[in-house]
């Protein structure tokens, strides 16, 4: 895993030393679930916020993260509300993630992240075009 690029760096600065941790950890679950689902990754910012999609277009979705101060008790993940991702997520996890509106994910800063359904949920996010063809 390549270090964070400056930009990413510079946002995470921001962000209370509990949702940096958080975010180092959803970031190694991410870049895991990349490389097991074959996924060239692509880090980056959406939104001035860190994002990771695969570099390929048609073989996946973005997914999004952020802490923001409305919720400074948790570290926010975001699906493509265009998608059936959302829905397959509470489907699956409606007792492992606190979910609001259409996209978003609340991870709790003070509890360890659900690793095995993160990427899970990473995995599909990443090759959702490509789990439809």
């Known amino acids: 895993m390549q270090p964070l690029a400056p930009n990413l760096t510079a946002i995470l600065q921001r962000w ?14 991410v870049h895991s679930a990349a490389k097991d689902a074959d996924v060239d990754l692509l880090e980056t910012t959406k939104w001035n916020e860190p994002a990771w999609l ?23 993940l975001f ?10 997520m509470r489907t699956l996890y409606p007792d492992t993630f606190t979910f609001e509106g259409k996209r978003s994910i609340w991870l709790p800063l003070d509890a360890p992240l659900p690793e095995d359904p993160l990427h899970h949920c990473a995995t599909l996010t990443l090759t959702y075009h490509r789990s439809k063809a």
Do not use: V
């Open 16 to 29: 209370p030393t509990a949702a940096q941790n958080h975010f180092n950890d959803l970031r190694t679950i």
């Open 79 to 88: 699906l493509n509300c265009n998608s059936t991702l959302p829905e397959t």
């Open 54 to 76: 695969p570099s390929k277009p048609r073989i996946g979705s973005t997914l999004r993260s952020c802490w923001h101060p409305k919720h400074a008790d948790a570290l926010g």
